[in-house]
């Protein structure tokens, strides 16, 4: 789902993390950042086939880092506010989402995994 305020180019986004690529601080930069394809909807062609619909979101220090210590074993659902700016890459200028402030849903098989972790050396 996307929300867009068109007048002050803002957006409110609610997907599915997918391809999150981090660059963190070791690797010799002074701000971590990532990017994050985020699934927000699909669409149906006139054959009836379903694609999924992705936006790239792009975050810088601490969030960053939250997102990929997040998404970094699962496919959480986020909840991403910010600004939309045009990006060029291989010569497209595409938009995408400044993050200014997320929210995270964890994935049930993520939580489910660490339940039974959690309680796997009780006998019952």
Not at 36 to 49: A, L, Q
Not at 83 to 97: A, C, F, I, M, R
């Amino acid at each position: 789902m996307i929300l867009l305020d068109k007048e002050n180019n803002s957006a409110l986004f609610v997907g599915t993390a997918y391809g999150v690529k981090y660059y963190g601080v070791e690797d010799g930069r002074e701000n971590s950042f990532c990017r994050i394809r985020v699934n927000y909807d699909y669409e149906v062609d006139e054959f009836g086939d379903r694609h999924q619909l992705y936006f790239t979101c792009v975050a810088y220090g601490a969030l960053a880092d939250y997102i990929q210590a997040v998404a970094e074993d699962a496919k959480p659902t986020l909840l991403l506010v910010g600004k939309v700016e045009d990006h060029e890459y291989n010569s497209k200028v595409e938009p995408q989402l400044i993050v200014k402030w997320v929210s995270v849903q964890p994935t049930l098989p993520a939580a489910k995994k660490k339940r039974e972790e959690d309680f796997s050396d009780i006998d019952i």
